[in-house]
Every structure is written in C-alpha cells, then in structure tokens.
C-alpha cells in the first residue's frame, strides 16, 4: 500500500493519494499431448495435426501474458500385413472375425498399444482343400501294392487317409484287383478213343493251350480236345496290370507326352503335325469324319505324317519293374483317302526298335489294334515310342487312341484227358483132350481160332482172340546105358540098375504121357603109371599135357563111354644154363668144354650133366687190342684238353703212352691241340624315350675263331646269325658270339635309359551342370604337343589348361610329348552333378503391386529352357501355355488372367516340360493358388 501527497489541479491544494496495488505475474504452462492419426488440438488460435513442440502466447483471465509450450505426439494408424496358410476346417481369427476360406481380408482394430488409436490389419489367406484321390489298380497274384504304411495284397476297396505336403488329409480310394492265377478243368477226365472232351479254363484275360495235338483252337478259354492218347495239356494264362500311360486316351487334351511333330489346334495342312481333336475333320478339311476308338465322343491323336524315318510321334517315360514282361499296345486308323501309302508304324522301347513295322488298315475310320511284349531286363524305367517308318510323303495320315503300357501276369495250369484205347488181348491157351477152355460165357474144347468182344471198366470195347491148342495123350519109348554109379530119373522114380520100366507120366500141360524105359549097365577102370624126364620134356595123358613135377588124375573113358581113372606121378629133371664174361688182351685164349676161343664173340657150349640132362655154358669173349690213336682238337680261349694225367691249354703238338681203361693193354695217343681267341666290333644306339625298346645294337666285325659266327644276347639258349638287334630297351647286356667250333665270348655293352616323363592329375573334379573347371596337370617336363580327348565341353584341346564345361560326366584323356616325340598319357573324370533344383511358388498374388505378380518356374544355370508351362483350372480347361520361356523371368510367366480377363482366386494346376542344358526334358507337374 502506497501513500502519496499530490498538489491538487484545481487550487493548488494537497490531494493525499493512497494507493492499494497488486501485480499479476505473467503465467507460464507446458504441455504434452498423444492424439490419434487424424485428431487435432487448438491452443489459443492455432489448430495443430502434426508432431511438433509449439509455443503459444495467450491471455490470462487478468488479461496479463500467459505462455502455453505444448509438446505433441501424433500416433500414425498401425498397417499390419499377416499371412496364413492352413488346411480345410481349419480357421484364423482377426478381432472379432473368424475366416475359413481363402482370400485376402482387411480390418480395423484398435492399437495394443493402449493409445485408442486405429490398427489395420491386412490378411491373405490361403486354404489348403482336404484332397480325396481315387485309383483303379490291377497287380498279380502274390503281389501287393502299398499306400502310406498299408500293404494290401487282396481285391477290395480301400480307404487310406495321408497328408499332402503341405500336412492336409489327402484321402486315397484305392479298387485293387488281384489277378488271379489261371485254372483248367475237364468236362470228362477219361475218354475212349475217338470221343471228345471240352477243356475250360478261367482267371486270366488270354489262354494259350499246349500242346496243340488234338485241340480244336489253342488260344481260347474253352477248345474241344480230341486226344489221339492220354495227353497233359497245359494252359499258360496272361492278365494285364492297369494302364501306366498318362493320358493314354487323350481325353486331358495335349498333355502328358512329347511328340518330335508340331501341335497345331485344328490344323494339320502341313506335313510333321498334329492335333488333338474329338473329329479329324476338325484339323483337316480333307479328313474322313473319324471319331475316338474309346467312345466315339471323345479325343485323339490326329497326324499328318511325314516322310523322315525314325520320327518320334509319340514318347512318354515311365516307371518299371526290372526283368518283368509288359505289353505296349495302340489302336491306330487311316483318317486320309488316300490308300496308296499307308503309314509305317514302329514301337520302340529305351532307343531299341521292337516288333514289325505296321499299317492300319486301308479303310478310312477303322480302328486296329497293334501291340509288343517287352521285358524290362535290368532297367527300372522305359521311354516308350511310337515312331514313323514311312520314306514317302502324301497319305501317311493316321489316328492313334488309347495308348496302353502295362505289366503282363503270367501262369499255368494242367489238366490230363485219360483216353482209354481199344484193348485186343490175344491169348494162346492148351489144354488136355477132353478138357474144355471158357471165354466170357463161351466154352471151347477143340483146337482153332476165337473171338470175343467185351466192355472194360470204361466202357470202351475190348476183343479177345483166342488162339486154343488141345493136346493128345502121349506114349514114349527110351534105350538107356548107365555106367556103374550112375542113375537115371523118369517121373518120381530113380533107376541104378539094368532092367525094363514102365511110368505114367505128365507133359508140362499136365497131360498123360507113358513112359518105357530099357536101360544097360557097365563097370568102371582104374590105372597107375610113373615118369622122369628131362626140363623142355612133356607127358601125354588123355587129352592133358605135363611138364612139371607132380601128381595128376585123369578122367578118360573106356570105349564103352565109362569113367577109366589114370593116376600119373611125374619127375622133371632140370636143364642148368651158366653165363660167363672174360676180357683179354690181344694175343691170349680161354678153353670151355673142348674148345678154345681167342677173337672177340659170344660162344654157347652144350654139354651134359651126369643124369644126362643137357648143360648150356654161355661164354661172352671181348678181346682188347693194342690202342694208337691221333687226335686233332680245338678249344676256346681259356680252356683245356686233359689227356691221361696232363691238361694242355696251349695250341701244339703233344704225344702221351697210356694204358688202356679196358684191361690195362697199351694205348698210344698224339694230340694236336688248337686254341681258339674270339673278339668283335660294336656299334650301339640308346632308346629315344623312357621305357621304349626301340635302342639297337650292330656287329661290325668279328675277329678270331671259325666261321660261321652266331650270337646271342644275354641268353645263351638261343643263338642266331643275325648281326642287328633291334627293339632293346635301355640296360646293361652280355653279347655272346659262338664260332663254328662251338666256342664263346661274353663282350659286354650298355644302353642309356632316358629320364621318365612325369605329370599328375586328380582322379575327379566335380561340377554343378552349367558350370565349369580348370584342368590343371602338373609335368615335370616342357612338352612339345599337347592333345585332349574327347574335345566336347572344353575350351581348348591343344592348351595345358583348358577350361571343362561338359553336360555329362565326361572322362577326359590328356596326351603330351616332348622334343623328342616321347608321349606320356593320364586322365581325369569331370563328374557332373545334376541337381536339378526347381522352385515353383505354390501361391501369387496378380494385384498389379508389383510383388509376386507372376507365376513361373525359377532355377539355377542347369536349365536351359523352360519348353512349354500349362496351366489348368479345376474343371481341366487351359488358361495359359507358353513355350520356351525363358528362365527366372516373371514376366514371361502366368500373370493370372485368362483371355485378358482376371481368373478368379482358387486353385490352378500346372504342366510343365523343361528343358536342361544337357538335353533332357523332365516333365513337373504341380499345383498354385491365385490370391486377390
């Protein structure tokens, strides 16, 4: 409070002022807001919508400054992008909203955050369906198939629930038919020749009887058999497993099978073309109105063939069983009306034609059948081929359908037709006279001829011939001589003495026979005898000869036909026989018995012993003479002639008194020795290159010794004229020359062995297909030439260092040589790894953003095209198809329309064929959902 005295205005008077005085301070406020995307706030005048710090001056209520700071936090709206993929049944909930189905979806929901702001959240979606697949399939007996960890081996229906890749129930109905093994049967097992009986047989789909004898067809189920004799007939059964093919009737369209000719959709005009149509008018004006052989309604393959041999017209791969049988089978019909050159039809199996060439037949629109039998061997797939053979162009036009590659069941069953013949017995019965023989109900007792005709256990006719002998009653009389000891037997009665008997006998058909017998009697004889004689001396008893000591009996008879028995006792006397050898000196003898002998010889003197037997004195005589004898000898260069005691080694003239080896007498012997020296010039040249055999040796001359000359080198087993040796290898060698007193010399001699060429290089390089790698050799030498084999696939064949790009596993051989011509070889093996790795999206988007637009197949360097790309929607109708796109391009991909309009979301199904850069075609199939 304030007092002040003021000097008023009006007088000049005091004017007392108090004052009561209050100040207002200025005011000053901060701020911090969050507001929505959107929101705004007002300070004062001023409006704000956007993050920032902002100073205000306001008035306060006293009217004084008041200063707001306000600092401002504008929270954007959250744009969340989600995506799910799920199976059918299964749901994702956003907010409040539950989805099922696929599609893309947009929601507003507000933040977690807890600042009350919006968050959009955008949702695509795709379902996978629960897939349901049926399959017909057909396996042999004992055979099973399996799906998922189920094996079933009987004809049934089956319903098995797996999961697909994406783990979604994927249900599999499978109707499986066993093929039963075939069986036979007779409508009569046992016949009579000349009757028939029907054979059935069942459980296969063809038949062929064996053996044909007697069968009125043998390639149908059921054939009249009229065996000429029982026969085992065996029925070999075939059945057919489920087609293999894909698309085999064509009814998918152009799908499924490659072709060398050009698809052209209702126009085949031009040669090397085809179409597939449900009418060839359709892709040929000039055409019969040909229709499918399946139902007459549906689709085939329409060609206008041409003139080049071994066309493919149609290929498929498929998978196999190793050494099982399959048959490949087509129908084909000439659709052209011209019928003078028929196409020239070939099935091919893995590259090897099979069969005969065929021809449909001449009538336009009929359908033929033509088929093979092959066996897989050891190959577990087979590309299967319809070729063209035709050399001639115009006609040549045809149709196939129902294209059919299946396994082939195979088995056996027998059945045996008795066949009963008509039995002739013949019999020759005899019988006594007054006996009677019965046939059947006939009785016969006279000899003769008879025939009777009965039915065997088979009702068939059996004959009797009857060959009856009937037999009289026989009287014999006999005159018998016995000598002493001896009995003779008629009938039950045995007789040792003279007299007359008389039996009543029976003959071996049981007839009488009456027997007389007279019968005579004589004695026996005994004698004994003695004898010595002399060894070479025999004895004569009888018919028997003796010339050995001993006792012996002899059974002789008298001239009555008796025993006379000779008992002889026998003494030899030996004949002794001494052998004798002398050796004398010229000039003395030897006396034996009353002889002399004094020249050399062999004598034999027969004399006597004193029982007067002979003695033989062999005497061999050798009588040696008085020995003189001249030698002329030669020998080789370091050896020597021994004679008696003394060895001579130096050529001259020796004489030497010996005694003989033989009896000691005198030998008297002058010897003229000559020793031989051998020696040679030679001319040797070293092989060029380690390890050849080219090096040589010549020799120029030969001194010493006596001709002819022959050599050998380093073996001394073999020897030759021959004065050039070609073809040595590098070494250290004996050369050997004989002369022709046999004597020898060893000179030896050596050639160089050139240094070894050397290089190395690694058993095997690996590389991706596409890519390539530097073959780096490591020698130990400059080489002169350089030469790779084979040439395909790298960079150079006549560098060190060539780059390798092949498409196969290649094994390449590298040959190099130095100055001198010497090669040396090695090789390495570029093994190409053919990781055929595919990406193909399962899901896009065609929106025009910018992302996942398109829809192709990505890969890396090994594909070289993609050939052709199909796409099909749920009901089998083609929305694209492209051929040769090229590669991990999008935009020569599907871009989700389908003539020029938007197909709507859902699931597509995709075919395609790509190409590698080693020239295999794979075929990929799959599926992709559309997302909007």
């Not at 061999?620 to 001249?630: D, G, I, N």
């Not at 004679?643 to 008297?668: E, H, V």
């Amino acid at each position: 409070m304030y007092t002040d005295v003021l000097q008023s205005a009006f007088g000049g008077c005091d004017s007392t002022v108090t004052t009561q005085l209050t100040v207002n301070p200025s005011y000053q406020i901060n701020q911090t807001l969050v507001i929505c995307e959107g929101e705004s706030i007002v300070v004062g005048g001023n409006t704000y919508t956007t993050s920032g710090n902002y100073a205000d001056d306001l008035f306060s209520v006293n009217g004084c400054d008041s200063i707001v700071t306000t600092a401002l936090t504008v929270v954007s709206s959250l744009s969340v992008t989600q995506s799910f993929t799920f199976c059918e049944g299964e749901s994702v909930t956003v907010g409040t909203q539950v989805y099922t189905q696929t599609g893309n979806y947009l929601d507003t929901l507000q933040s977690a955050a807890g600042n009350g702001c919006d968050s959009i959240v955008t949702t695509s979606i795709v379902v996978y369906p629960a897939t349901v697949t049926q399959q017909n399939l057909s396996v042999c007996e004992g055979e099973s198939i399996t799906v998922g960890n189920n094996q079933y081996n009987q004809t049934g229906s089956y319903t098995d629930n797996l999961q697909t890749l994406n783990g979604c129930d994927s249900t599999v109905l499978t109707n499986l038919t066993v093929l039963a093994g075939v069986s036979a049967q007779a409508a009569d097992l046992a016949i009579c020749a000349g009757q028939s009986s029907q054979l059935l047989a069942q459980g296969a789909q063809q038949y062929v009887w064996s053996p044909a004898d007697g069968l009125s067809a043998t390639n149908i189920a059921d054939p009249i058999a009229t065996p000429s004799q029982t026969t085992t007939y065996t029925v070999t059964g075939t059945s057919q497993t489920s087609n293999l093919i894909f698309n085999g009737d064509f009814e998918l369209g152009n799908t499924g099978f490659s072709s060398n000719y050009t698809y052209s959709h209702n126009d085949v005009g031009p040669q090397a073309m085809y179409d597939i149509t449900d009418n060839a008018m359709n892709a040929h004006p000039l055409a019969a109105p040909c229709t499918d052989h399946t139902s007459g309604t549906g689709n085939f393959m329409v060609v206008n063939g041409a003139g080049i041999p071994n066309t493919t017209v149609w290929q498929q791969t498929v998978a196999v069983q190793p050494q099982t049988d399959y048959i490949f089978s087509a129908w084909v019909t000439n659709w052209s009306s011209i019928q003078f050159n028929l196409s020239n039809l070939q099935f091919s199996v893995n590259g090897q034609l099979l069969g005969n060439v065929f021809q449909p037949l001449p009538q336009q629109c009929q359908w033929q059948q033509f088929y093979i039998v092959w066996n897989s061997g050891n190959a577990n797939t087979a590309v299967i081929r319809l070729v063209n053979q035709n050399l001639v162009v115009g006609g040549n036009d045809f149709g196939l359908d129902d294209i059919h590659f299946s396994r082939i069941c195979t088995s056996t069953a027998i059945v045996e037709v008795i066949v009963s013949q008509p039995v002739v017995q013949v019999i020759s019965p005899t019988i006594c006279q007054g006996e009677t023989f019965t046939v059947g109900n006939t009785q016969y007792s006279q000899s003769g001829s008879y025939s009777n005709t009965f039915p065997n256990l088979n009702g068939c006719d059996s004959t009797v011939l009857t060959d009856l002998t009937v037999l009289p009653v026989f009287q014999t009389t006999q005159a018998l001589v016995l000598c002493e000891g001896e009995s003779i037997i008629v009938g039950n009665h045995v007789y040792t003495q003279p007299g007359i008997f008389v039996d009543s006998l029976n003959t071996l058909a049981g007839c009488d026979s009456i027997v007389t017998t007279s019968i005579t009697l004589h004695p026996l004889a005994f004698t004994q005898q003695g004898f010595s004689i002399c060894q070479g001396e025999s004895i004569v008893v009888g018919n028997n000869t003796y010339t050995l000591s001993g006792n012996y009996v002899d059974i002789l008879q008298t001239w009555q036909g008796c025993d006379s028995t000779v008992t002889t006792s026998i003494t030899v006397l030996p004949v002794t026989t001494t052998v004798q050898e002398f050796t004398l000196c010229e000039g003395e003898s030897i006396v034996v018995g009353s002889n002399t002998y004094s020249v050399n010889g062999n004598y034999a003197d027969t004399l006597q012993t004193w029982q007067g037997c002979d003695s033989t004195v062999l005497t061999s005589l050798t009588v040696l003479p008085t020995y003189f004898q001249t030698l002329d000898v030669t020998v080789c260069e370091g050896e020597s002639y021994v004679l008696g005691n003394q060895a001579y080694s130096q050529t001259g003239n020796y004489i030497a008194n010996l005694q003989s080896a033989l009896g000691g007498c005198d030998s008297i012997v002058q010897l003229a020795l000559t020793v031989t020296a051998l020696d040679a010039d030679l001319s040797a040249a070293s092989p060029l290159c380690f390890g050849d055999e080219n090096g040589s040796l010549s020799i120029t001359q030969v001194t010493g010794g006596i001709e002819p000359y022959i050599f050998s080198i380093n073996d001394t087993a073999y020897f030759s004229p021959n004065t050039t040796y070609p073809n040595l290898p590098g070494g250290d060698y004996l050369l050997w020359i004989e002369d022709a007193n046999g004597c020898r010399k060893a000179i030896p001699f050596s050639l160089d062995e050139p240094n070894e060429l050397q290089f190395s290089l690694p058993e095997l390089l690996q590389i991706d297909l596409g890519n390539n790698a530097q073959l780096l050799p490591t020698l130990n030498f400059f080489p002169d030439s350089i030469a790779w084999s084979p040439a395909e696939g790298l960079s150079c064949a006549d560098c060190l260092e060539p780059h390798a790009s092949p498409n196969v596993t290649t094994t390449y051989y590298l040959w190099a040589q130095d100055e001198n011509g010497c090669p040396v070889e090695g090789q390495i093996q570029v093994v190409v790894k053919k990781d055929r790795n595919i990406y193909a999206p399962n899901v896009f988007s065609p929106n025009g953003d910018g992302i996942n637009d398109n829809f192709l197949l990505f890969s890396g360097s090994s594909v070289e095209a993609i050939r052709r790309l199909l796409i099909f929607d749920r009901w089998g109708g083609i929305v694209f198809e492209g051929a040769y796109l090229t590669l991990n391009e999008p935009a020569h991909g599907w871009d989700g329309t389908h003539r020029g309009l938007p197909v709507n979301s859902g699931v597509f199904a995709w075919f395609a064929e790509v190409e590698f850069v080693d020239g295999e075609v794979e075929v990929l199939k799959g599926d992709v959902t559309v997302v909007r």
